[in-house]
């Protein structure tokens, strides 16, 4: 899927927007006559400024498959575009998504944005698998040591402070014969 357009500022832009809006299909016929900002939208994509702030838009109206609503998902700010809006030449702004749902903007066939629309979005189309509860918090009596001591715990009456950590065992075979026990006797011996 490809969204592709030219736009020219003639007058260095304080305010204002040149975007798309991809119409949702509504049960309505759509009519250019009540077409509004307020009209539902599945896509609207493209470049907005206002005062020092400017971004290119790309918002996806999501509508939740549990719940029936529809919410805006917006992508992250763009980068490396500023320029567009002063310089009073024409510009090719482009907006690619794949078919694995992702997406890649360009200006001027450069890339600017590029993201997952599951993942790369905000709020995010697929939600975190752990969600933050701000009500949650610690006992107070939440101990933070690592190694909570027994005081129960006692070593058993055999216990043997000087024996060995690790004990040889006399009845163990090797059972290769013939094993080299290193690489260098190996290689000696082939040549």
Request: include cysteine; charged fraction near 30%.
């Given at each position: 899927f490809v969204v592709q357009y030219e736009v020219k500022y003639q007058d260095t832009m304080e305010c204002g927007g040149s975007y798309l809006k991809l119409v949702a299909e509504t049960e309505e016929e759509f009519s250019t006559d009540t077409f509004n900002d307020k009209t539902l939208y599945s896509?609207?994509?493209?470049?907005?400024?206002?005062g020092l702030e400017s971004r290119i838009h790309f918002i996806v109206n999501y509508k939740n498959p549990v719940t029936g609503?529809?919410?805006?998902?917006?992508?992250?700010?763009?980068?490396?575009?500023?320029?567009i809006f002063g310089d009073n030449k024409s510009?090719?702004?482009?907006?690619?998504?794949?078919?694995?749902?992702?997406?890649?903007?360009?200006?001027?066939?450069?890339s600017v944005n590029k993201g997952?629309?599951?993942?790369?979005?905000?709020?995010?189309?697929?939600?975190?698998?752990?969600?933050?509860?701000?009500s949650d918090s610690r006992p107070a009596d939440w101990d933070d040591k690592e190694k909570i001591p027994d005081p129960m715990a006692t070593k058993p009456e055999d216990w043997d402070e000087d024996a060995p950590k690790f004990i040889e065992d006399e009845d163990a075979t090797k059972q290769m014969t013939g094993w080299k026990m290193s690489l260098s006797t190996y290689l000696t011996?082939?040549?």
């Amino acid at each position: 899927f490809v969204v592709q357009y030219e736009v020219k500022y003639q007058d260095t832009m304080e305010c204002g927007g040149s975007y798309l809006k991809l119409v949702a299909e509504t049960e309505e016929e759509f009519s250019t006559d009540t077409f509004n900002d307020k009209t539902l939208y599945s896509i609207m994509f493209g470049p907005d400024k206002c005062g020092l702030e400017s971004r290119i838009h790309f918002i996806v109206n999501y509508k939740n498959p549990v719940t029936g609503s529809v919410e805006e998902k917006h992508a992250k700010a763009s980068s490396n575009f500023k320029e567009i809006f002063g310089d009073n030449k024409s510009h090719l702004i482009t907006l690619v998504v794949d078919y694995d749902g992702s997406f890649e903007i360009f200006v001027d066939q450069n890339s600017v944005n590029k993201g997952s629309l599951l993942t790369d979005m905000s709020p995010a189309i697929n939600p975190s698998s752990e969600i933050d509860d701000p009500s949650d918090s610690r006992p107070a009596d939440w101990d933070d040591k690592e190694k909570i001591p027994d005081p129960m715990a006692t070593k058993p009456e055999d216990w043997d402070e000087d024996a060995p950590k690790f004990i040889e065992d006399e009845d163990a075979t090797k059972q290769m014969t013939g094993w080299k026990m290193s690489l260098s006797t190996y290689l000696t011996q082939r040549q």
